[in-house]
Structure formats: structure tokens, C-alpha cells
């Protein structure tokens, strides 16, 4: 969903280091929260408790931090950089994301506040980067 709707603003806008950067943050997002399940290794709220029962097929890792929030919190920060304007429209829709995994019963609230925490600091880092190596053009690396 985040990549689509890169892809599409960033065609929209003509500017195409929005799409760049935004994928770069989602993978390492990514990475870094399957890096931090492998280590933390939290089971999963299913595996602790009989009940409230899972609404989707459970994930066979870990729970901390929650992939989902991760990525959607990184792709959201670094779309909200491309257009402040909008930055209420992409978080809400990354809390929505986030919330779901509570909601369908694979997560415990910390695990998506530290997955949220995480896709945020992942963006912010990887703007701080891109604008002090001066890779990138002003424009492009989200203003």
C-alpha cells in the first residue's frame, strides 16, 4: 500500500527521490524491526493467552516490534516531509495500520508504539543523512 502510494505521488508531483527515499526507509524499517524480533524474541499474544482468538492467519515470529507499524510509521514520515500539507492524511492512515494488528490479535500495543517509533526514527535518520552527504538535490531529498 505505502509503496503504491509513493509510486503515485511521486509521479503526481514529478519528483522522484520521494519515491526513492521512501523505499529506502520502508526496507530498512523493515530490516531493522526483523533484526529486533530475532533478538527481543516476544511471543505473540496468541501464544500467551487462549482468548480473544486471532481474526488472520498468526505470523510464525516473533512480536517485537510490530513489522507492520514500522514500515507504515517510516513511509508516512518520509511522505509527510514530501508534503507537510498532508502529513495528517499519512499518519492516520499508519495508526490505522498499526492499530489493526492489536485489533486482529497478533500484537500487544508496545510491540506497534515501538514499531511506530522505530519507521519514525528510521525516516528521520535517513533524511538527516541524504540532506548532510548532500547526495541528493534539496528538492529531492523531501525538503
Given amino acids: 500500500m505505502w509503496i503504491a502510494l509513493a ?24 530490516w531493522l524491526a526483523m533484526g529486533l524480533k530475532a533478538l527481543v ?17 498468526l505470523p510464525h515470529d516473533a512480536s517485537f516490534p510490530s513489522g507492520h507499524a514500522a514500515t ?12 507537510p500539507r498532508l502529513a495528517p492524511i499519512f499518519y492516520l492512515l499508519a495508526t490505522a495500520v498499526a492499530f489493526s494488528r492489536v485489533y486482529v490479535g497478533v500484537h500487544y500495543p ?10 519514525t526514527l528510521v525516516a528521520l535518520g535517513v533524511r538527516y543523512v541524504v540532506r548532510r552527504t548532500g547526495r541528493v538535490s534539496r528538492a529531492a531529498a523531501l525538503r
Avoid: C
Avoid at 110 to 119: K, Q
Fill in 110 to 119: 508496545l510491540d506497534v508504539i515501538g514499531g511506530a517509533a522505530l519507521g
Fill in 72 to 83: 507504515s510509521f517510516a513511509a508516512a514520515t518520509m511522505l509527510s516531509f514530501a508534503s
Fill in 41 to 57: 524474541d516476544r511471543p505473540r499474544p496468541p501464544l500467551r493467552y487462549v482468548e480473544p482468538k486471532v481474526l488472520v492467519p
Fill in 7 to 30: 509510486l503515485l505521488l511521486s509521479v503526481l508531483w514529478r519528483r522522484w527521490g520521494v519515491l526513492f527515499m521512501t523505499l529506502f526507509a520502508v526496507a530498512v524499517s523493515d
